[in-house]
């Protein structure tokens, strides 16, 4: 079973059907303190794959059965999809940029130089890090959206497009003193310190459900 503090530390997923450059990733990142997974298929890797901690894929473009390129494709959509460094021995311009244009984190070319490497690998960790920030922050934000009252929701939503107490008093039928009451209740279960930030809550909350609308 894996720990929260397991699942706290980075982990590298290793995709590459070459056992020497597997071997040689695995030794480059185990010399600096990384935890590793590696891989010779994609297949292998999603017939094994585990939940883990923030991390990255360092994947070949040229694979056995399903090819790198083909696979994140579908994968880069997946809610929890980590950061993908490719990397090949045959890649032309015209790949490495339509990977790079489609959200991958680097595009490497074999022989991978180790420090090119171990630098592209912190920075898709630091991203994939605050992806992951980004996240808890919005489930957090759903989560104290959701516990709102029906009355609740209705104010925030008028509250945000600034309207005054007795603006809002007068469109959902309620007393001033009642509106009064729900923005304060609505603040406090937010977590908003003042206006603004629960303008930016609410903002934030509307731009994810617009983003899941598309990607369904």
């Known amino acids: 079973m894996t720990t929260t503090a397991e699942a706290a530390e980075p982990t590298i997923i290793i995709i590459d059907d070459d056992d020497a ?3 040689a990733v695995e030794g480059l990142l185990y010399s600096v303190g990384l935890r590793t997974r590696a891989f010779a298929s994609v297949q292998h890797f999603l017939e094994d794959r585990k939940p883990c901690g923030p991390g990255c894929i360092v994947l070949d473009v040229r694979l056995p059965g399903r090819s790198g390129l083909d696979f994140y494709k579908e994968y880069i959509n997946s809610p929890d999809a980590m950061p993908v460094i490719f990397i090949s021995a045959h890649a032309d311009v015209s790949m490495s940029v339509g990977a790079i244009k489609s959200g991958a984190a680097d595009f490497l ?3 991978v130089r180790p420090q ?3 630098d ?3 920075s898709a960790i630091s991203r994939d890090m605050d992806r992951r ?3 808890a922050e919005v489930t957090r934000l759903r989560q104290a959206f959701d516990s709102l ?3 609740e929701r209705k104010v925030a939503r008028l509250v945000v497009t600034g309207k005054l107490n007795k603006q809002i008093a007068a469109e959902v039928g ?3 003193a009642t509106v009064k009451l729900h923005r304060g209740r609505v603040m406090k279960k ?3 310190p003042g206006l603004i930030d629960l303008v930016r809550m609410v903002d934030r909350l509307s731009s994810e459900e617009a983003r899941l609308s598309r990607a369904g």
Request: net charge neutral.
């Open 133 to 135: 920030r980004a996240a």
């Open 109 to 111: 070319t074999k022989p």
């Open 116 to 118: 090119e490497l171990l």
């Open 120 to 122: 592209a690998i912190q």
């Open 149 to 151: 009252t029906v009355q």
């Open 21 to 23: 450059i597997r071997e």
């Open 174 to 176: 309620l007393s001033e």
């Open 190 to 192: 937010m977590g908003a």
